[in-house]
């Protein structure tokens, strides 16, 4: 089930709000801007969105008014190959599926590569430069970058030769590999981010190297173990930042019944890494899982599972990090190995009973996870309504009656969740 949050963050594209249609959903943003010579006004644009909306074959995205926009191409995600599009304008737009397109608007029109399949997604990068000296301008010493952000993940690139004197949303800072200065944050508004760095030019400034690739400051790929290692002192030279905003894992638990221990989810993440032909999800000690089901969203794919215990792993000469023991457990997810440059966006699903993490206790239903990932969604059984939550998160109530927290972290290390609630009475 796709999240409905999907309905209602519905072309939030480049910080501007569109009409909402059925025919245009998306999901997963992430917006990076390049800042260029602060004389040009002008910045780069590298915007990644998923097409949620089954059986579309376009993809509509609205050319901010008053900006300048030169350079479009548009790349699908999952071959690396280019994608035909064209700028439209509103009426055209209409004509062509968006039935609330803005007639005085004008669309960057995208041919997907293939249609949305049914519960999958169609994912596209849209590259663009914007000349828009309203938003990026000098302001004495200094240079201004003044934008209101409704993208949920967002990354600004300074200049080459800037340092960042200041920045009002709380943000990550990390140093590109080529020394310039990346801001980034994940936007928790309930709408736009306002917001306005200022950075000053250093007197003296090379291009240099030695900060970690994207690739480094991403998490590794591939497996993802849900045990929860100790803690370790890394030397502070070897310490690497992750991105968090470019991160796009996302997790939605759904509790049955607490006198089960038992909920299921679906997790998706996206996997870019050349040759890399499965995916490993340990186990957590005291959980077990069942119904494993996984399949590929830019395609609709249903893909080969198997879980694996104890001397079964060893075996299979799969690799969890540790060595096996009895009581190992991990769903091996197998896919076709992935190809250079390009990325498939896999969904898998199981169910999970644990006892010690979830219960019913004293007439409530208790439930405490660690959740590792940006954005992290639980739905309580019907019937239950909520209260306690020992993290800050978003509320609302499902079309079927069932409370849904959300709970997106900023920060590069887990939350440790802990969530009460009581039976309608």
């Not at 390049?34 to 006004?41: A, G, H, K, Q, V």
Request: charged share 25%.
């Amino acid at each position: 089930m796709r999240r409905t949050r999907t309905l209602a963050r519905v072309i939030v594209v480049l910080g501007i709000v569109a009409p909402v249609s059925a025919q245009n959903r998306s999901d997963d943003a992430y917006t990076r801007y390049e800042l260029l010579s602060p004389e040009t006004t002008s910045f780069k644009i590298i915007y990644d969105v998923t097409a949620v909306s089954p059986g579309v074959r376009f993809f509509f995205n609205p050319i901010r008014i008053g900006s300048i926009a030169t350079d479009e191409s548009v790349i699908d995600l999952m071959t690396g190959g280019p994608l035909k599009f064209e700028d439209v304008s509103g009426a055209e737009a209409r004509d062509a599926g968006l039935p609330n397109a803005d007639l005085n608007g004008r669309y960057i029109k995208v041919h997907l590569a293939r249609p949305v399949p049914e519960g999958g997604e169609g994912r596209i990068r849209i590259i663009k430069t914007y000349k828009d000296p309203k938003s990026y301008f000098r302001d004495g010493d200094s240079v201004v970058f003044d934008r209101p952000l409704g993208i949920t993940r967002n990354t600004v690139v300074l200049p080459p030769g800037y340092e960042l004197v200041a920045c009002n949303i709380p943000s990550q800072v990390i140093e590109e590999p080529d020394g310039r200065v990346g801001i980034s944050f994940m936007n928790t508004y309930p709408g736009q981010a306002p917001l306005v760095l200022r950075a000053k030019q250093l007197a003296d400034w090379t291009p240099h190297s030695g900060a970690p690739s994207p690739a480094e400051r991403r998490p590794s790929p591939g497996t993802q173990v849900t045990a929860e290692p100790a803690p370790r002192e890394v030397p502070m030279e070897n310490v690497r930042v992750t991105d968090r905003a470019v991160q796009d894992r996302e997790i939605v638990y759904f509790l049955k019944e607490p006198d089960t221990h038992a909920f299921s989810l679906y997790h998706d993440y996206t996997e870019s890494g050349e040759g890399r032909d499965r995916y490993l999800n340990v186990v957590r000690r005291g959980s077990t899982v069942s119904n494993p089901s996984a399949k590929i969203l830019d395609t609709g794919e249903k893909l080969k599972v198997e879980t694996l215990k104890g001397d079964a792993i060893t075996k299979a000469g799969i690799d969890i990090g540790e060595p096996a023991q009895a009581d190992s457990e991990v769903v091996v997810i197998r896919f076709d190995p992935v190809k250079k440059g390009q990325s498939v966006r896999l969904r898998i699903e199981e169910t999970y009973t644990d006892p010690a993490r979830y219960a019913l206790i004293d007439g409530q239903l208790m439930w405490r996870r660690s959740l590792g990932r940006p954005r992290n969604d639980m739905v309580l059984p019907a019937g239950w309504y909520l209260t306690r939550s020992s993290i800050p998160a978003v509320v609302r109530q499902e079309t079927d009656g069932r409370t849904r927290l959300v709970f997106a972290n900023p920060r590069p290390d887990s939350l440790d969740v802990f969530v009460a609630a009581r039976k309608r009475r």
